[in-house]
Antibody, heavy 116, light 111 residues
Framework: EVQLVESGGGLVQPGGSLRLSCAASGFTFSSYWMSWVRQAPGKGLEWVANIKQDGSEKYYVDSVKGRFTISRDNAKNSLSLQMNSLRAEDTAVYYC?????????WGQGTLVTVSS | QSVLTQPPSASGTPGQRVTISCSGSSSNIGSNTVNWYQQLPGTAPKLLIYSNNQRPSGVPDRFSGSKSGTSASLAISGLQSEDEADYYCAAWDDSLNGHVVFGGGTKLTVL
């Protein structure tokens, strides 16, 4: 069974940093693109970033470019999102998802709140 | 303002057939396949339809998808109370390198 478990969310002040992690199991992690998608409170889904199987390609939504960094460790079946210079508008539940264009499996999400 | 346009709400009574539309452009729906996601209250999204009209294993055949030109639709027949959820369309956008775009979501209410 495919499982994706996010962690690392929490309350952070504007301008601060946070690192999200996603532990994957139940599939060959190194064979799949992986993505981060977020959902602000009461709002819709927004794709944030994705990363190729070997980490050689990474893409970001414009609003996080230069502030967020997606990475993966295939030996540990782990996906990460380093978030710097956080803003109030980054407040959201962050989901880890398997896939690039078609996200076949999703984690339960981790809440990031940016507030003073 | 989402790249893909969906009606914010839809409703139907049990047993009815409802459709949810998703409008895009030539750079996304017009040249790529469409996926649909279902998000039940308080839960993570779930893949409902992929490649315009394919159902993942376990998704009832009451759910169907279609695409024509730069628009797509999700149809739910034999509506059930447990179908009450938010529905999102999504597609790759060729004009945005590496980007997936989502619709704003449609909240389906079963009356």
């Amino acid at each position: 069974e495919v499982q994706l478990v996010e962690s690392g969310g929490g309350l952070v002040q504007p301008g601060g940093s946070l690192r999200l992690s996603c532990a994957a199991s139940g599939f060959t992690f190194s064979s799949y693109w992986m993505s981060w998608v977020r959902q602000a409170p009461g709002k819709g889904l927004e794709w944030v970033a994705n990363i190729k199987q070997d980490g050689s390609e990474k893409y970001y939504v414009d609003s996080v470019k230069g502030r967020f960094t997606i990475s993966r460790d295939n030996a540990k079946n782990s996906l990460s999102l380093q978030m710097n210079s956080l803003r109030a508008e980054d407040t959201a539940v962050y989901y880890c998802a398997r896939g690039q264009t078609t996200m076949t499996n999703w984690g339960q999400g981790t809440l990031v709140t940016v507030s003073s | 303002q989402s790249v893909l346009t969906q009606p914010p709400s839809a409703s139907g009574t049990p047993g009815q057939r409802v459709t949810i539309s998703c409008s895009g452009s030539s750079s996304n729906i017009g040249s790529n396949t469409v996926n649909w996601y279902q998000q039940l209250p308080g839960t993570a999204p779930k893949l409902l339809i992929y490649s315009n009209n394919q159902r993942p294993s376990g998704v009832p055949d009451r759910f169907s998808g279609s695409k024509s030109g730069t628009s797509a639709s999700l149809a739910i027949s034999g509506l059930q109370s447990e179908d009450e959820a938010d529905y999102y369309c999504a597609a790759w956008d060729d004009s945005l390198n590496g980007h997936v775009v989502f619709g704003g979501g449609t909240k389906l209410t079963v009356l």
